[in-house]
């Protein structure tokens, strides 16, 4: 007899299920006690994220704390970057630092295609480990960042406010920009190939700061990449779910369904029944409870499911946060979320 998949991936597929499932953006990381201990013992990021000890240790952290029903790698959208020829920290307090942005055409032209097997065996071995431990009881989740998200990274240097650096070439020299994409477009379309081919039963994209862009040039700067990393992986890997998720992405849903994704993820600045009723029926959705409400009472996080998974009852739904946990939230309000998610059918009734 063959066990049933996991429950995430058989709601990623669209098939019946017994109740949404339970994930959490950023579900191990500094809100929680085992993470920050951990960290004190390795204070570098890159260390935590690239050492594959490290990092399946600290994927797992949430697994044996709430049991969520899906696992995700604990890795970061820059990881890949050394392996094209650019080198990234993340600095404690201030995030990411890009040693020599990207300006310039000759920059653009030095990167390499990413071969994740020879510079990133770490997230295969790490991968397949969650694989195994994991079985049915949740699915593995392999992330990206989508390339012009990564480009702001790249390109800008550090987090940004105003994205005036990238936006400056976009808007003064578009060619390069494209380029610079258009690579990135390839590579992660590669590591994406190499995640699932490692163990990844879903995927997610993060174009985190295509939020940023006017509708128009989301067309020109984003969308095209998207669904170029998704044309690429779904030509390969045609039944792995593929999620999508932008942080402002009410303005641009319309255009999020048309780049082939599986499962939207939105952020809480859309109402779910009115973010669903913009999307076609084959579209699933991610989310889309405020991270904020993790700083309040268990009652009100309940509440809030229950609200959310009611809206969203009779489609494909993952119940998630609208964005990443805050560092400094009450790890118990984090058990609250998962526990409310999970039993949310015996507060609302399963018709
Ligand atoms: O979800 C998970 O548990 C997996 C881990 C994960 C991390 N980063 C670990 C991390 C994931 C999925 C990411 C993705 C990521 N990284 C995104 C897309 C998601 C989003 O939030 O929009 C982005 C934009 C980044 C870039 C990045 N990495 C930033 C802006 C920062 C600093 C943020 C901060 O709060 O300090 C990071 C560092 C980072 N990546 C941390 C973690 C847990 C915090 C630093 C630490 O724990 O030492």
Do not use: C
């Given at each position: 007899?063959?066990?049933?998949?996991?429950?995430?991936?058989?709601?990623?597929?669209?098939?019946?299920?017994?109740?949404?499932?339970?994930?959490?953006?950023?579900?191990?990381?500094?809100?929680?006690?085992?993470?920050?201990?951990?960290?004190?013992?390795h204070?570098g990021f890159r260390e935590r994220s690239e050492n594959p000890d490290l990092s399946?240790?600290?994927?797992?952290?949430?697994?044996?704390?709430?049991?969520?029903?899906?696992?995700?790698?604990f890795s970061d959208?820059l990881t890949p970057?050394p392996g094209?020829?650019?080198?990234f920290d993340i600095?404690?307090?201030?995030?990411?630092?890009?040693?020599?942005?990207?300006?310039?055409?000759?920059?653009?032209?030095?990167?390499?295609?990413?071969?994740?097997?020879?510079s990133m065996p770490f997230v295969?071995e790490v991968?397949?480990?969650?694989?195994?431990?994991?079985?049915?009881?949740?699915?593995?989740?392999?992330?990206?960042?989508?390339?012009?998200?990564?480009?702001?990274?790249?390109?800008?240097?550090?987090?940004?406010?105003?994205?005036?650096?990238?936006?400056?070439?976009?808007?003064?020299?578009?060619?390069?920009?494209?380029?610079?994409?258009?690579?990135?477009?390839?590579?992660?379309?590669?590591?994406?190939?190499?995640?699932?081919?490692?163990?990844?039963?879903?995927?997610?994209?993060?174009?985190?700061?295509?939020?940023?862009?006017?509708?128009?040039?989301?067309?020109?700067?984003?969308?095209?990449?998207?669904?170029?990393?998704?044309?690429?992986?779904?030509?390969?890997?045609?039944?792995?779910?593929?999620?999508?998720?932008?942080?402002?992405?009410?303005?641009?849903?319309?255009?999020?369904?048309?780049?082939?994704?599986?499962?939207?993820?939105?952020?809480?600045?859309?109402?779910?029944?009115?973010?669903?009723?913009?999307?076609?029926?084959?579209?699933?959705?991610?989310?889309?409870?405020?991270?904020?409400?993790?700083?309040?009472?268990?009652?009100?996080?309940?509440?809030?499911?229950?609200?959310?998974?009611?809206?969203?009852?009779?489609?494909?739904?993952?119940?998630?946060?609208?964005?990443?946990?805050?560092?400094?939230?009450?790890?118990?309000?984090?058990?609250?979320?998962?526990?409310?998610?999970?039993?949310?059918?015996?507060?609302?009734?399963?018709?």
């Amino acid at each position: 007899m063959t066990e049933a998949a996991p429950l995430l991936l058989r709601a990623a597929r669209g098939e019946q299920v017994e109740r949404p499932p339970v994930w959490m953006m950023r579900q191990a990381g500094r809100y929680m006690k085992v993470y920050r201990d951990l960290r004190d013992r390795h204070p570098g990021f890159r260390e935590r994220s690239e050492n594959p000890d490290l990092s399946y240790e600290i994927s797992m952290q949430p697994f044996h704390a709430f049991k969520p029903d899906g696992v995700i790698l604990f890795s970061d959208i820059l990881t890949p970057l050394p392996g094209m020829g650019i080198n990234f920290d993340i600095i404690e307090s201030q995030g990411p630092l890009i040693q020599d942005p990207i300006r310039n055409l000759a920059q653009v032209e030095a990167l390499r295609a990413l071969e994740p097997a020879e510079s990133m065996p770490f997230v295969g071995e790490v991968l397949t480990r969650l694989r195994q431990s994991v079985g049915n009881e949740a699915a593995v989740l392999g992330f990206v960042g989508a390339p012009w998200t990564l480009a702001a990274y790249v390109v800008e240097g550090k987090s940004s406010k105003n994205y005036a650096v990238i936006k400056a070439m976009a808007f003064k020299e578009p060619e390069l920009l494209h380029k610079l994409l258009d690579h990135f477009a390839e590579s992660i379309a590669t590591y994406l190939r190499f995640q699932i081919d490692s163990g990844a039963q879903v995927v997610q994209m993060f174009d985190s700061w295509a939020g940023q862009l006017s509708p128009m040039d989301y067309d020109s700067f984003a969308a095209p990449y998207q669904k170029k990393v998704v044309d690429l992986v779904k030509q390969t890997h045609p039944d792995t779910p593929f999620i999508l998720y932008i942080s402002g992405s009410a303005g641009v849903l319309e255009r999020m369904a048309g780049t082939g994704v599986d499962i939207i993820s939105l952020d809480w600045t859309v109402d779910m029944a009115e973010g669903l009723a913009r999307l076609p029926e084959h579209i699933g959705v991610q989310g889309n409870v405020d991270p904020g409400l993790l700083f309040g009472t268990p009652a009100a996080i309940q509440a809030r499911i229950d609200d959310t998974v009611r809206k969203a009852r009779g489609r494909k739904h993952i119940l998630n946060l609208g964005h990443g946990i805050l560092p400094g939230t009450p790890e118990e309000n984090g058990r609250a979320f998962f526990e409310a998610g999970k039993s949310v059918m015996e507060r609302i009734g399963a018709a």
